[in-house]
């Protein structure tokens, strides 16, 4: 999760959102894969969605 603060202005007649979280996804960090990764069993990859635990990133709503 990164952070971003945007620009408040002073004339803004709606309240400032002070700073904004977002979530990069893992395959921008790693975009390969790389030898010897780490694998989850069968069944937790089809649960997970992934067989790399590397690549795993579980969709979480930002807190407000």
């Known amino acids: ?7 408040v202005s002073p ?4 309240p ?3 700073e904004k979280t977002f979530i ?7 975009p390969w894969q790389p030898p ?3 694998q989850f069993s069968p069944y ?3 649960k997970l969605g992934t067989l790399w635990p590397a690549y795993y990133s579980p ?6």
């Open 1 to 7: 999760m990164r952070v971003w603060h945007p620009f």
């Open 16 to 18: 400032p959102i002070a």
């Open 59 to 64: 969709y979480e709503t930002t807190p407000k």
């Open 24 to 30: 990069i996804p893992p395959n921008v960090t790693m």
């Open 11 to 14: 004339l803004d007649p709606c």
């Open 44 to 46: 937790e990859a089809l």
């Open 36 to 38: 010897g990764l780490p």
